[in-house]
């Protein structure tokens, strides 16, 4: 079955620091990946999303994350992170030949101090 | 321009009670989600609607949640009876085309839940 994960329940970073949100996906065939992320009580915002091509994707807010195949993986990054940074983050995947449904991991908090 | 539209945004009721929670979601957007988020089983996806039909309602958790879309502006779901457990927050999301031709899902802020 199709899942993904997200190994740490809380990310901290000083700001100015750079972040990295992991996320590992487990799918039989190609994955369509995703990140999410969530403000306090808010819903659910797109951040950025990899179908194809480049490895390397940019997003919202300075936000990029890289695509690894042969480490099934799919790692959020931002160069210089931001006190306005601190959300829950998702990473989600949904299957080539279902990609309407739209699986989520169970989000990873992260936290950027002054 | 108006997102997707949640009401209530908080309700408190008794184990027992109907529940309604209501959806708008964005005008033209043609697949409409229901998910629920609780701290400990996190994000899951209930029942998902394309022109107003239900594709996949493999997700609604018993016979007690039903959801209905009876025009591309509206969807409900229901929970009778409602019980402790399916205090959430229930989180409905709109969509031109998901996954792989957009990937964008515009959720709505949510609609807490706590049944006593």
């Known amino acids: 079955a199709q899942s993904v994960a997200q190994p740490e329940d809380q990310v901290n970073v000083a700001e100015g620091n750079p972040l990295t949100v992991k996320c590992t996906y487990s799918v039989s065939g190609n994955p369509y990946l995703f990140w999410y992320v969530q403000y306090p009580n808010r819903g659910l915002q797109f951040l950025l999303k990899?179908?194809?091509?480049?490895?390397l994707v940019k997003g919202s807010y300075g936000f990029e994350a890289e695509f690894n195949k042969s480490q099934t993986s799919f790692h959020l990054k931002k160069p210089s992170a931001l006190v306005s940074d601190s959300a829950l983050y998702f990473c989600a995947v949904s299957l080539y030949y279902n990609t309407d449904k739209l699986i989520f991991g169970t989000g990873t908090r992260l936290q950027v101090f002054p | 321009d108006a997102g997707v539209i949640q009401s209530p945004r908080h309700e408190v009721t008794e184990m027992g009670q109907e529940v309604t929670l209501r959806c708008k979601p964005i005008p033209g957007h043609d697949y409409l989600f229901w998910y629920r988020q609780t701290m400990m089983r996190g994000l899951e996806l209930l029942i998902y609607?394309?022109?107003?039909?239900?594709?996949?309602d493999s997700g609604m958790p018993e016979d007690r949640f039903s959801a209905k879309m009876p025009n591309a502006s509206f969807s409900t779901l229901k929970i009778q009876p409602s019980e402790p457990r399916d205090s959430a927050v229930y989180f409905c999301a709109s969509s031109l085309r998901p996954g792989q031709h957009t990937g964008e899902l515009f959720f709505g802020e949510g609609s807490r839940l706590t049944v006593l």
């Open positions: 990899y179908i194809t091509g480049d490895n």
């Open positions: 609607f394309n022109n107003n039909v239900p594709i996949d």
